[in-house]
Every structure is written in C-alpha cells, then in structure tokens.
C-alpha cells in the first residue's frame, strides 16, 4: 500500500524557517512526481511547489525565492524548505505524488495527484 508520511510543520516566527519532510513508501518513488500544497482554513488547497520524476521544479509566485523544493530518490523523499515565512504561509501542508508527468499546465491541479499525504500544520506568528 502506497502511504505518504509527513513531518516538519510547527510554530514559527515570522521570518523564520522550516523544513517539511514527505516519506514516500510503498511504490518505486523515482516513478513520482511530488507536489506540496496547502490549505487555509475558508481556503482551498493550492499547490505551492512541485517537482519533475527529472528535477525540474514548479512554485507558485507567493513563495518563489523562499521556497524550496527537492527530492532525494535514494531516500523516498521529498522535501520542501521554507524560509523567510510570512503569517500568510500558515496552513496545513500535504505532500502528494504523480504518476503522470507534471508539466506547467497539469503540476497545480489537485486532481492530477495520486496519492496524498496526512498534511502537517505549520503556524507562523506575526
């Protein structure tokens, strides 16, 4: 069974840090292509950041230049750091994974994920 497992959320600052985790297991992750996004509360889920099965990466224009996504194959991980976080950042984050493809048109659409991840809070205090 395929199972996404999360970790990294917390209470931060404003202009602070934090490195989200997703431990992927259950398929051969290299086949993935991952995304993260969150959800506000009276919001709905957006994708922040997404990456190819070949590294190419995809952020929303909210967190470009502070937000980073990877992924390490040999790990089943993908990872998403966050610096320089605002209060408009406080959601809960899921990670999720693509069989398909991810491309500039599909790589946003929470339809287009597989599989999906238990979300991690993350707080950030003005």
């Avoid at 994708?47 to 995809?58: P, Q």
């Avoid at 990670?95 to 048109?105: E, H, I, N």
Wanted: hydrophobic content about 30%; some cysteine.
């Amino acid at each position: 069974q395929v199972q996404l497992v999360e970790s990294g959320g917390g209470l931060v600052q404003a202009g602070g840090s934090l490195r989200l985790s997703c431990a992927v297991s259950g398929r051969t992750f290299s086949t993935y292509a991952m995304g993260w996004f969150r959800q506000a509360p009276g919001k709905e889920r957006e994708c922040v950041a997404a990456i190819s099965r070949s590294g190419i990466t995809y952020y929303t224009d909210s967190v470009k230049g502070r937000f980073t996504i990877s992924r390490d194959n040999a790990k089943n991980t993908v990872f998403l750091q966050m610096n320089s976080l605002k209060p408009e950042d406080t959601a809960v984050y899921y990670c999720a994974g693509r069989l398909a493809a991810v491309s500039s048109s599909t790589y946003s659409y929470t339809r287009s994920y597989d599989d999906w991840g238990q979300g991690t809070q993350v707080t950030v205090s003005s």
